[in-house]
């Protein structure tokens, strides 16, 4: 099955660490292969429109959206089809469903997220 799937959110305080992960099926991916496509982090908070948090390109430069940089880093280990979000000093504005994809989305790899809450 041709898909994505994250994992890692939870309930934490703010100020407090998470770190997601993305898992890519093989047959979305040949083992070793996801370094060579442009993925990102996206997240949809309550009431809000998704949107891109933070992006990785095949040679590995990363962007970020405004209210995170410098607080969270996205990653990939393709020997295990894996990219990550470390998300540090969370916000309780940071609270929403975090999903992964290509970037530019893919409609069916759109997976169910992971959630993430942050307490104040």
């Known amino acids: 099955q041709v898909q994505l799937v994250e994992s890692g959110g939870g309930f934490v305080q703010a100020g407090e660490s998470l770190t997601l992960s993305c898992v890519a099926s093989?047959?979305?991916?040949?083992?070793?292969?996801?370094?060579?496509?442009?993925m990102a982090w996206y997240r949809r908070a309550p009431g809000k429109q998704r949107e891109l948090v933070a992006a990785i390109v095949r040679g590995g430069r990363t962007s970020y959206e405004d209210s995170v940089k410098g607080r969270f880093t996205i990653s990939r280990d393709n020997a295990k089809n894996t990219m990550y979000l470390q998300m540090n000093n969370l916000k309780p504005e940071d609270t929403a469903v975090y999903f992964c994809?290509?970037?530019?989305?893919?409609?069916?790899?759109w997976g169910q997220g992971t959630q993430v809450t942050v307490s104040s």
């Open positions: 994809n290509l970037n530019p989305p893919t409609r069916v790899l």
């Open positions: 093989v047959k979305l991916f040949r083992a070793g292969s996801m370094g060579a496509s442009n």
